[in-house]
């Protein structure tokens, strides 16, 4: 997936969902345009995101991965019974989490 990918789907999104929450979105851009500065921002904010959308994804699939290679043998402590290994929330806590909103500089 691309930000531009992402950036239209978020859009067609946002215009559904919008009357459900008593919002009017904006007429000039309710047909997404990625020429348009509107459209040109959502895709640069989209291609930010996704290094991090994609790091979580993966972080989650190993520490998943782990606990089914090891029989899910997870005790109250977030300890693998099978080789000690610490987990910190849904992450295996030898990683760095990564922080939402993506915050680069
Ligand atoms: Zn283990």
Do not use: W
Request: with cysteine.
């Amino acid at each position: 997936m691309e930000g531009k990918e992402l950036a239209l789907s978020f859009h067609i999104l946002y215009e559904r969902l919008a009357p459900e929450y008593d919002y009017k979105t904006q007429k000039a851009t309710k047909k997404f345009d990625e020429n348009s500065a509107n459209g040109k921002l959502m895709i640069a904010v989209c291609n930010e995101l996704l290094p991090n959308l994609r790091a979580r994804i993966k972080q989650l699939e190993d520490t998943f991965k782990h606990y089914h290679d090891h029989g899910s043998k997870r005790d109250r402590t977030d300890t693998c019974k099978e080789c000690g290994l610490k987990v910190k929330g849904n992450i295996m806590a030898n990683k760095e989490e990564i922080k939402f909103p993506p915050i680069n500089n």
